[in-house]
């Protein structure tokens, strides 16, 4: 079993759409949880780190269930620029590793 | 001011050949990474490294080995390529100041033939 599993996709959603991403992961140790976006052939970027309670960022919001061990991603009011893969990615408590899932890729149709 | 930068962008090279990548970060970051994203964008770690730590992936094979000759920098080299070796490389950084954040590098984009 992979560390991180995301749906793939992709996800075609109009314009002004909520889109909602989730992620599993298979440690219950895992100390942090991120969602980077990534466009077409650049790196990954951060768009927001996941805490316990919860948090939002503009149009953005995400969740974390420790209990059942998976992330959630909400997108409101999708704009164009929305378009691209997001990852999710998990650190454990031990060692300086991060696993990234495979990437939801999300294109927002006009 | 890149905050990570990798050299070459782009690298073509025969099966057989050694080649090297550099990553240079001007973060003040203690842990520098590097990634391979394969043709199905999967994005999978390969080192972490700090002053105290290497951490090796156990799936990476040992013609891949990172040097690092000062805290700003991590290089990766690899020996006798092969084809599957073809992907896009990451280098990233991070610290614990960071909110242990990565950022990462453009990619180099490797192509064996």
């Known amino acids: ?110 | 001011d890149t905050a990570v930068s990798q050299t070459p962008k782009y690298l073509v090279t025969q099966m057989g050949n050694d080649k090297s990548i550099k990553c240079e970060q001007n973060l003040g970051h203690d842990t520098m990474y590097w990634y391979k994203q394969d043709s199905k964008k999967f994005l999978k770690i390969m080192f972490s490294y700090n002053n105290k730590e290497l951490i090796i992936n156990e799936t990476v094979p040992n013609r891949f080995s990172p040097k690092s000759p000062d805290k700003a920098h991590l290089n990766l080299h690899i020996n006798s390529l092969e084809l599957g070796d073809s992907a896009v490389y990451f280098c990233a950084s991070s610290s614990v100041g960071s909110g242990e954040t990565q950022y990462f590098g453009p990619g180099t984009r490797l192509l064996v033939l």
């Open chain 1, 1 to 110: 079993r992979k560390e991180v599993e995301q749906d793939p996709g992709p996800f075609n959603v109009p314009e002004g759409a909520t889109v909602a991403f989730n992620c599993t992961y298979s440690n219950s140790a895992s100390q942090s949880f991120f969602w980077y976006r990534q466009d077409c052939r650049k790196e990954p970027k951060l768009l927001m780190s996941v805490y316990s309670s919860g948090n939002e960022d503009g149009r953005f919001t995400a969740q974390l269930n420790r209990a059942s061990q998976y992330i959630s991603l909400l997108i409101r009011d999708s704009k164009l620029s929305d378009s691209a893969t997001y990852l999710c990615v998990v650190k454990w408590w031990t060692g300086n590793q991060f696993y990234f899932g495979t990437g939801t890729s999300l294109t927002v149709i006009p």
